[in-house]
Nanobody
Framework: QVQLVESGGGLVQPGGSLRLSCAAS????????MGWYRQAPGKQRELVAA??????NYADSVKGRFTISRDNAKNTVYLQMNNLKPDDTAVYYC????????????WGQGTQVTVSS
């Protein structure tokens, strides 16, 4: 059974920082591409950042502020979020995508991030 369990969300003031974690089980974590998505009320889910074994990519809106990383020994992916803005308020979801011709995609349950003074 595949599980992706996010943690680390919460309420933070503008300019503050949070670190999200996503612990994966039931998959060969090291070969999966991992990503963070977010969905704000009334908006579509959007990619925030993704990481494979050799590369990362970010949405333009978070470049220079967010950093995605992974620890394959712990089956965990992180999202360090600095200089948070009210527009970053959303539910953040962890995503795992398998390599190969047949793609398997898994989602976590989401963690709320609220940026407000």
């Amino acid at each position: 059974q595949v599980q992706l369990v996010e943690s680390g969300g919460g309420l933070v003031q503008p300019g503050g920082s949070l670190r999200l974690s996503c612990a994966a089980s039931g998959i060969m974590f090291s070969i999966y591409a991992m990503g963070w998505y977010r969905q704000a009320p009334g908006k579509q889910r959007e990619l925030v950042a993704a990481i494979t074994s050799g590369s990362t990519n970010y949405a333009d809106s978070v470049k220079g502020r967010f950093t995605i990383s992974r620890d394959n020994a712990k089956n965990t992916v992180y999202l360090q979020m600095n200089n948070l803005k009210p527009d970053d308020t959303a539910v953040y979801y962890c995503n795992a995508r398998s390599p190969g011709l047949t793609t398997y995609i898994y989602w976590g349950q989401g963690t709320q991030v609220t940026v407000s003074s």
